[in-house]
């Protein structure tokens, strides 16, 4: 994903807590030497995330990832959204 922090910046993410923004602009950058189209690659990828945010304790409600989904593809290209899909695809809220 283009590393893009303008989104961060955007008021409706006002009432997210930093620590969360913060975790998603470092997935953002860790996403970008990802290959999704590798299946382990991407596995492995999402099961380093799903520890990460466990180990620090971030999680996301279902409105708050719908939030930060919306604000997100104002700021990014059509790549960066089928990136952000196929990422978000693997999580259920």
Known sequence: ???NREWLNDPALAG?????LGFLEQL???SRSVNMGNQKEMMSFLMSLS?????N??????NEFELIYSVLQKYSSAEDIEKMQQISSRFKF
């Open 57 to 62: 304790n971030i999680s996301f409600n279902k």
């Open 16 to 20: 997210i807590d930093k620590k969360k």
């Open 1 to 3: 994903m283009e590393l």
């Open 28 to 30: 953002f950058v860790k």
């Open 51 to 55: 520890k990460f945010s466990r180990d």
